[in-house]
């Protein structure tokens, strides 16, 4: 019975937590800019998620001190905001975000401005991975959306429209005198690898292939950059 009792009461406390947030949340919102309302239904019924996660996280935004509830869409670059428990708004993208999760984990979501494979520039959400005085480590996650595909003869299936996630991609910036550089796409090919590191290419090969280390893992990166930031002082 006293169990039952305790998990009663923590349920209760969850929830009133979550109430609280809510409530804060919407009292703070005349301290962001910039707001849409999110109606889109065009994504109703498809297999998978848009989202780096589902749920609401409570959140810190730049240097408000209201506690917020959010959550990414990754297809559609927004940070979404709960209002209420009916009212979802998105954050617009014409004004740059800091959020620091407060789920107990402390990641660090910037929206920044970056280039696509063709070019264009264009606004997303990446997660801060690693700062120091030389260098920042940013991951951009990335989902696929594709859409249903209707039977066209007796001997196919129809396919779902559904999300798919991709691999991620990361970015570098490096530090000059007192400002950091805006992001470089970190490539995964050698050709493209061998122009990126330039006359240091050697090395970082060496260095890659010596302690097995890969460019599409976190703490690789890490290691392969303070070398690259360190060697080009010699």
């Given at each position: 019975?006293?169990k039952?009792?305790s998990?009663v009461t923590?349920?209760?406390?969850?929830t009133?937590?979550?109430?609280q947030?809510?409530?804060?949340?919407?009292?703070g919102?005349?301290?962001?800019?910039?707001?849409?309302h999110?109606n889109?239904?065009k994504?109703?019924?498809?297999?998978?998620?848009?989202?780096?996660?589902?749920?609401?996280?409570?959140?810190?935004?730049?240097?408000?001190?209201?506690?917020?509830?959010?959550?990414?869409?990754?297809?559609e670059h927004?940070?979404?905001?709960?209002?209420s428990?009916?009212?979802?708004?998105?954050?617009?993208?014409?004004?740059?975000?800091?959020?620091t999760l407060?789920d107990?984990s402390?990641?660090?979501?910037?929206?920044?401005?970056?280039?696509d494979?063709?070019?264009q520039?264009?606004?997303g959400i990446?997660e801060?991975?690693h700062?120091?005085?030389?260098?920042?480590l940013?991951?951009?996650?990335?989902?696929k959306?594709?859409?249903?595909?209707?039977i066209?003869?007796?001997y196919?299936k129809a396919v779902p429209?559904?999300f798919?996630?991709?691999?991620?991609?990361?970015y570098?910036?490096?530090?000059?005198?007192?400002?950091?550089?805006?992001?470089?796409?970190?490539?995964?090919?050698?050709?493209a690898?061998?122009l990126f590191?330039?006359?240091?290419?050697?090395?970082?090969?060496?260095?890659?292939?010596?302690?097995?280390?890969?460019?599409?893992l976190?703490?690789?990166?890490?290691?392969?950059?303070?070398?690259?930031v360190?060697?080009?002082k010699?």
């Amino acid at each position: 019975m006293k169990k039952i009792i305790s998990y009663v009461t923590s349920i209760l406390f969850l929830t009133s937590l979550q109430c609280q947030i809510v409530q804060n949340s919407a009292e703070g919102l005349n301290e962001l800019d910039f707001f849409i309302h999110l109606n889109n239904t065009k994504y109703d019924n498809v297999e998978g998620s848009k989202y780096l996660f589902d749920e609401f996280r409570p959140a810190k935004i730049n240097t408000i001190k209201t506690t917020h509830l959010v959550r990414f869409d990754v297809l559609e670059h927004i940070i979404e905001l709960k209002k209420s428990e009916s009212e979802i708004m998105g954050l617009s993208k014409n004004k740059t975000y800091s959020v620091t999760l407060l789920d107990g984990s402390n990641r660090i979501f910037l929206t920044k401005d970056f280039q696509d494979d063709n070019k264009q520039v264009k606004n997303g959400i990446f997660e801060q991975l690693h700062q120091n005085q030389k260098f920042i480590l940013f991951k951009r996650s990335r989902i696929k959306f594709q859409e249903a595909k209707p039977i066209k003869s007796s001997y196919e299936k129809a396919v779902p429209a559904k999300f798919i996630p991709l691999e991620d991609v990361f970015y570098v910036s490096f530090r000059k005198n007192e400002e950091y550089s805006g992001l470089i796409k970190v490539p995964q090919k050698k050709k493209a690898l061998k122009l990126f590191f330039g006359k240091y290419f050697a090395k970082i090969e060496k260095l890659v292939k010596e302690e097995k280390l890969k460019f599409d893992l976190e703490q690789d990166l890490i290691k392969i950059f303070n070398y690259y930031v360190e060697i080009r002082k010699e």
